[in-house]
């Protein structure tokens, strides 16, 4: 028995530092002596792989040359609100025929969705100055493309046009001088007071 003890300490330290649990298992054999038996609980455990984690998306960044993939929890921001007015109106302040037109693609644009400002409503233009002249009979072959284009904007009911009838009357222009589709008002300044205590922003 003493040389059997002997020979389990001689071998104990051969072996490499790790760390084992004894357990006693009988060893069948003629002496019927106990032996240790050596287990080794230095073995890597393997993980079970982590559950998917919901409303997240992957997305990679390159490190050391490889893609990693990083999980990132995405988190919903609500959205930016469009300026946009019910009801507006344009006034031209240099009484040009470009800017009229810039005006009426404005108009156009807004009506389209294709500008920040939205509205289902007629955008009101309302003029006193050269560019009513623009308008007139006699100019239309010099002016067809913005006069046509103003034509079909209120056949569409995107625009409505107002001229000052004030501002005419000091120019001798008739109201018979002016295609049908214009409405003339009183006076400019007037109408454009009144528009915005209905509600209407100017763009």
């Not at 009484?95 to 009229?100: G, I, K, S, Y």
């Not at 107002?162 to 008739?174: A, E, F, H, L, S």
Request: proline letters at 5%; a negative charge; aromatic letters at 6%.
């Amino acid at each position: 028995m003493r040389t059997t003890h002997l020979l389990l300490s001689s071998l104990l330290c051969c072996l490499p530092l790790v760390t084992f649990s004894v357990q006693a298992e009988t060893v069948a054999d003629s002496d019927n002596v106990f032996l240790p038996v050596l287990i080794d609980e230095t073995a890597p455990v393997e993980e079970a792989d982590a559950p998917g984690v919901s409303l997240e998306e992957t997305i990679y960044s390159e490190s050391q040359g490889e893609a990693t993939a990083i999980p990132v929890v995405t988190t919903t921001e609500p959205a930016a609100v469009a300026t946009a007015a019910s009801r507006m109106m344009g006034k031209p302040e240099v009484h040009t025929a470009d800017e009229l037109l810039a005006l009426l693609t404005r108009a156009e644009r807004i009506a389209s969705g294709l500008d920040e400002y939205t509205t289902t409503d007629p955008i009101a233009l309302v003029l006193n100055g050269e560019e009513i002249d623009l308008f007139k009979r006699e100019n239309y072959r010099q002016n067809k493309a913005l006069v046509d284009l103003a034509a079909r904007l209120e056949a569409f009911n995107i625009v409505d046009i107002k001229v000052c009838k004030y501002w005419m009357y000091q120019r001798g222009i008739d109201t018979r001088d002016l295609p049908p589709f214009v409405q003339t008002v009183p006076e400019a300044e007037q109408e454009v007071k009144r528009l915005q205590k209905a509600g209407y922003v100017q763009f």
